[in-house]
């Protein structure tokens, strides 16, 4: 038979046997051949005219047809590539890749949810406007909070929708107006999963229930709330439920935490924990608020979005979702965790009957009154980080929201107690806080950040960790705070001129919780006491035998050769 190729898309998401996906160096590639059942050939380069790299397509035979995949790897990040899939008769299409782990620059994102495409008229018009608007925002992918299809075992469902996105001449593409095509990012909703076969979801989207891939400085992990788990109609039983998911998210965010590259947390997935049209007492929402909350505030999850519900929600910042049962926990400082998202992209809105619970923030929203198809479009850019949910009519606002960093960009001048944004050469920094923070600084050129992580005694008692900051040269700096695991909170944080005679003494004090020794340092003529990280454990010697963790002598300017006890 002919090779027939129907429609293509792309995909940011880890696909079979891989752990990781790296949107910054990888793109997926794939489409549908109703005739070619064996491999492909991609071809793409820097320049529509040099296609002069290539990789063949993996198929799998579904329906009439086949599904092909491939893999783009060894790409340059934040760059443009040209590609055409050489049974393609059309013209060379475009992406871009992502910026690199820890880019602090400008990134935008479209989030949606509840597609729920099926052969109605009326959803798939919807539809195509919700694209519409997403795509106008330039995002540099779509992230789907489940329910793209209607019924996920209905091959025109997943046709319907993929035609659309593909462009067929109905509007709706997932192209933006400078001509990138806009990579996919799916997790599971129920309507997926109506039927008895996974096929259709391993062939469109991945067989990967859960993933985690960073953007830049924002690392967007996609969760499975509870549909696999209740996918019981057949024989394909996924081990991916609730708790079955916790080992990977507690990892996740574990070295999330300690990642200097990374500032922003969102996570996603389809049932709310707060929802916007049913029961925030449901089975799936509790098990959201109790098995993942704890999780997502511990370890700093800056947003979260769902879906499922139908309508445009913005829940209020809340404090503890395990145990939140009312106003009271709603909170307005960086803690607090927002849900957002509930849709829908193109199918029927709901009623919306949770507006007016307590869990939502009722007065940031311009429009309620019986909802329309929406999309979220997230702006983040250094700490700012902006949600602004359209009405698919491209200029109804509904909300918008600004989502507070964890990194807290505050230093206090201890003699007037106001705030200012920078510290001078030769400073040290004492930060008063508990829990575990994450220091850095910059001079305010701007060059590299650099980063010193430190661990108060115990997580909730009020300590002091003072930093001394070698080797500056520059006149002025900057410098964050983030607030990491252990519910840290920062009480103060001074900044004053380190001398030789203030720190080159003998200090007395209790051990760190890990049992390592406070240690007196110095290099390059400044001298400071802190947890020693990236020193050797030294105890009763002089000032002049310390050395670095490399053997280096750290000792420059004796000042009064204390030791140290």
């Given at each position: 038979?002919?090779?027939?190729?129907?429609?293509?898309?792309?995909?940011?998401?880890?696909?079979?046997?891989a752990?990781?996906?790296?949107?910054?160096?990888?793109?997926?590639?794939?489409?549908?051949?109703?005739?070619?059942?064996?491999?492909?050939?991609v071809?793409?380069?820097?320049?529509s005219?040099?296609?002069?790299?290539n990789?063949?397509?993996?198929?799998?035979?579904?329906?009439?047809?086949?599904?092909?995949?491939?893999?783009?790897?060894?790409?340059?990040?934040?760059?443009?590539?040209?590609?055409?899939?050489?049974?393609?008769?059309?013209?060379?299409?475009?992406?871009?890749?992502?910026?690199?782990?820890?880019?602090?620059?400008?990134?935008?994102?479209?989030?949606?949810?509840?597609?729920?495409?099926?052969?109605?008229?009326?959803?798939?018009?919807?539809?195509?406007?919700?694209?519409?608007?997403?795509?106008?925002?330039?995002?540099?992918?779509?992230?789907?909070?489940?329910?793209?299809?209607?019924?996920?075992?209905?091959?025109?469902?997943?046709?319907?929708i993929?035609?659309?996105?593909?462009?067929?001449?109905?509007?709706?593409?997932?192209?933006?107006?400078?001509?990138?095509?806009?990579?996919?990012?799916?997790?599971?909703?129920?309507?997926?999963?109506?039927?008895?076969?996974?096929?259709?979801?391993?062939?469109f989207f991945?067989?990967?229930?859960?993933?985690?891939?960073?953007?830049?400085?924002?690392?967007?992990?996609?969760?499975?709330?509870?549909?696999i788990?209740?996918?019981?109609?057949?024989?394909?039983?996924?081990?991916?439920?609730w708790?079955?998911?916790?080992?990977?998210?507690?990892?996740?965010?574990i070295?999330?935490?300690?990642?200097?590259?990374?500032?922003?947390?969102?996570?996603?997935?389809?049932?709310?924990?707060?929802?916007?049209?049913?029961?925030?007492?449901?089975?799936q929402?509790?098990?959201?608020?109790?098995?993942?909350?704890?999780?997502?505030?511990?370890y700093?999850?800056?947003?979260?979005?769902?879906?499922?519900?139908?309508f445009?929600?913005?829940?209020?910042?809340i404090?503890?979702?395990?145990?939140?049962?009312?106003?009271g926990?709603?909170?307005?400082?960086?803690?607090?965790?927002?849900?957002l998202?509930?849709?829908?992209?193109?199918?029927?809105?709901?009623?919306?009957?949770?507006?007016?619970?307590?869990?939502?923030?009722?007065?940031?929203?311009?429009?309620?009154?019986?909802?329309?198809q929406?999309?979220?479009?997230?702006?983040?850019?250094?700490l700012?980080?902006?949600?602004?949910?359209?009405?698919?009519d491209?200029?109804?606002?509904?909300?918008?929201?600004?989502?507070?960093s964890?990194?807290?960009?505050?230093?206090?001048?201890?003699?007037?107690?106001?705030?200012?944004?920078?510290f001078?050469?030769?400073?040290?920094?004492?930060?008063?806080?508990?829990?575990?923070?994450?220091?850095r600084?910059?001079?305010?050129?701007?060059?590299?950040?650099?980063?010193?992580?430190?661990?108060?005694?115990?997580a909730?008692d009020?300590?002091?960790?003072?930093?001394?900051?070698?080797?500056?040269?520059?006149?002025?700096?900057?410098?964050?705070?983030?607030?990491?695991?252990?519910?840290?909170?920062?009480?103060?944080?001074?900044?004053?001129?380190?001398?030789?005679?203030?720190?080159?003494?003998?200090?007395?004090?209790?051990?760190?919780e890990?049992?390592?020794?406070?240690?007196?340092?110095?290099?390059?003529?400044?001298?400071?006491?802190?947890?020693?990280?990236?020193?050797?454990?030294?105890?009763?010697?002089?000032?002049?035998?310390?050395?670095?963790?490399?053997?280096?002598?750290i000792?420059?300017?004796?000042?009064?050769?204390?030791?140290?006890?």
């Amino acid at each position: 038979m002919a090779s027939v190729l129907e429609y293509q898309w792309l995909v940011w998401m880890p696909q079979t046997g891989a752990a990781t996906f790296d949107p910054a160096t990888e793109m997926i590639v794939k489409w549908r051949d109703s005739g070619q059942a064996t491999a492909v050939q991609v071809d793409y380069g820097l320049a529509s005219g040099s296609l002069t790299s290539n990789v063949n397509s993996t198929s799998e035979a579904l329906a009439a047809g086949w599904i092909h995949t491939a893999k783009l790897t060894g790409l340059t990040a934040d760059t443009t590539f040209y590609f055409k899939v050489s049974s393609d008769a059309g013209a060379v299409r475009k992406f871009r890749t992502a910026p690199a782990a820890g880019y602090a620059g400008e990134k935008v994102f479209a989030q949606c949810s509840d597609a729920q495409i099926n052969l109605n008229a009326t959803y798939r018009a919807d539809f195509r406007l919700t694209s519409t608007v997403a795509m106008s925002k330039e995002p540099l992918a779509l992230i789907s909070s489940g329910d793209f299809v209607d019924n996920g075992n209905t091959l025109s469902h997943w046709t319907e929708i993929f035609d659309i996105i593909s462009g067929d001449g109905g509007g709706g593409e997932w192209v933006t107006p400078t001509g990138f095509r806009v990579p996919l990012m799916a997790i599971l909703g129920n309507h997926e999963l109506e039927g008895t076969a996974p096929e259709y979801v391993d062939a469109f989207f991945t067989p990967q229930y859960h993933w985690k891939v960073q953007i830049g400085d924002v690392l967007i992990i996609g969760l499975d709330s509870g549909n696999i788990e209740q996918w019981d109609q057949g024989s394909y039983i996924n081990p991916t439920t609730w708790d079955g998911q916790l080992g990977f998210l507690t990892d996740a965010l574990i070295r999330a935490s300690t990642d200097e590259t990374i500032r922003w947390i969102i996570a996603t997935y389809h049932y709310p924990a707060w929802p916007g049209s049913t029961s925030s007492g449901g089975t799936q929402a509790v098990k959201a608020q109790t098995i993942w909350g704890p999780l997502f505030q511990q370890y700093g999850v800056s947003s979260a979005y769902a879906g499922h519900d139908h309508f445009a929600k913005l829940s209020q910042p809340i404090d503890d979702w395990a145990t939140a049962t009312g106003a009271g926990n709603v909170t307005t400082d960086a803690l607090g965790l927002r849900e957002l998202g509930d849709g829908p992209m193109g199918n029927t809105t709901f009623s919306g009957s949770a507006i007016g619970s307590w869990y939502i923030d009722d007065d940031s929203y311009d429009v309620t009154g019986g909802g329309r198809q929406n999309c979220d479009i997230l702006t983040i850019d250094g700490l700012s980080y902006h949600d602004q949910c359209l009405e698919n009519d491209g200029s109804t606002q509904i909300f918008s929201a600004d989502i507070p960093s964890k990194l807290v960009a505050l230093a206090t001048d201890a003699a007037t107690n106001t705030t200012s944004t920078s510290f001078t050469a030769n400073s040290t920094v004492s930060i008063h806080a508990a829990g575990q923070v994450r220091f850095r600084y910059r001079d305010t050129s701007p060059g590299a950040w650099a980063y010193t992580t430190y661990q108060v005694k115990t997580a909730g008692d009020d300590q002091d960790i003072t930093a001394a900051i070698s080797g500056l040269t520059e006149d002025a700096y900057e410098f964050e705070v983030e607030l990491l695991q252990g519910g840290g909170t920062l009480q103060s944080l001074t900044s004053q001129t380190a001398t030789l005679s203030e720190y080159s003494r003998e200090i007395s004090g209790s051990s760190w919780e890990d049992g390592s020794g406070d240690l007196v340092y110095v290099k390059d003529g400044i001298v400071g006491c802190g947890y020693y990280q990236d020193f050797s454990e030294v105890t009763g010697e002089s000032l002049a035998n310390l050395k670095w963790s490399d053997n280096t002598a750290i000792w420059a300017l004796a000042g009064d050769g204390g030791s140290m006890a």
